[in-house]
């Protein structure tokens, strides 16, 4: 079988630049082709447990944005040819101004931007700003949009669109059936290329999903396996490697 394309997820600087710089050294080597790095944020309201947790400890050591662009630049340093998205929240992007904190993003080495609770039609510039500097606004669909809503952003000249597979938070399992496939279909009809994920953690799920989209995502998984190895560089690093592995399928 074809090496499956994936995009994982870190939350920058958890639970220290150094461990976050560890796992995306893993997460390279066990086949990743794209990471996605979210900026903590105090009120992630899609994330799940394992995501929200992360968040809070990063932002109770007094993590700034300069820090996790900070963290960015290595990782891009490291891995050139990585692309990197930064996923955050809209008020993050919003306070300093869009058009700064783009020009930021992209000096720092981010090739799109992913912020789930700016729409796409009412984005406050993000979709310009990103464009000006050389980066991808990445819209997010969701299931529970109507289809004349789900069709009107299919057919607005994103490159990208990440279909969030369900409704609710991220991190418990996510079942691949005839409708998740539908909506990715939707979501395509405009010929965007699509990312998909939303509590995917076993090769499996990767498996029945990839013909369908550009790129596997998985995140809350690999924020677990941090927790849980935290205290270990090296076997974080081989457990976060191994699952990479598992859900790239190499």
Do not use: W
């Not at 700034?64 to 040819?81: M, N, Q, V, W, Y």
């Not at 457990?239 to 859900?247: F, P, T």
């Amino acid at each position: 079988m074809a090496k499956i394309k994936l995009m994982s997820h870190l939350v920058a600087g958890y639970p220290t630049d150094e461990i976050s710089l560890t796992a995306a050294r893993a997460l390279v080597e066990g086949g990743a082709d794209i990471l996605e790095i979210q900026l903590p944020f105090g009120d992630p309201s899609a994330d799940g447990p394992a995501i929200q947790s992360a968040c809070s400890k990063v932002l109770e050591r007094g993590y700034r944005t300069s820090d996790g662009l900070g963290l960015i630049k290595k990782i891009h340093a490291e891995f050139p040819a990585i692309p990197i998205y930064l996923m955050s929240y809209g008020s993050l992007v919003y306070t300093p101004g869009v058009e700064s904190f783009c020009e930021r993003a992209a000096a720092s080495g981010v090739s799109g931007m992913i912020i789930p609770d700016l729409p796409f039609d009412f984005d406050e510039g993000l979709t310009s700003a990103c464009r000006k500097n050389g980066m991808e606004n990445i819209p997010v669909a969701s299931p529970s949009m109507s289809d004349e809503r789900l069709a009107k952003m299919a057919n607005a000249g994103f490159k990208y669109i990440y279909a969030s597979l369900r409704t609710g938070i991220t991190g418990s399992d996510t079942k691949i059936d005839d409708e998740t496939i539908a909506f990715i279909k939707k979501a395509a009809q405009g010929n965007s290329l699509i990312y998909g994920g939303f509590g995917i953690s076993r090769g499996e799920q990767s498996k029945i999903l990839a013909p369908y989209v550009e790129a596997v995502v998985a995140g809350s998984v690999f924020v677990r396996i941090i927790t849980e190895n935290a205290g270990d560089k090296d076997r974080l690093f081989a457990a976060v490697r191994d699952k990479a592995r598992e859900l790239s399928g190499i």
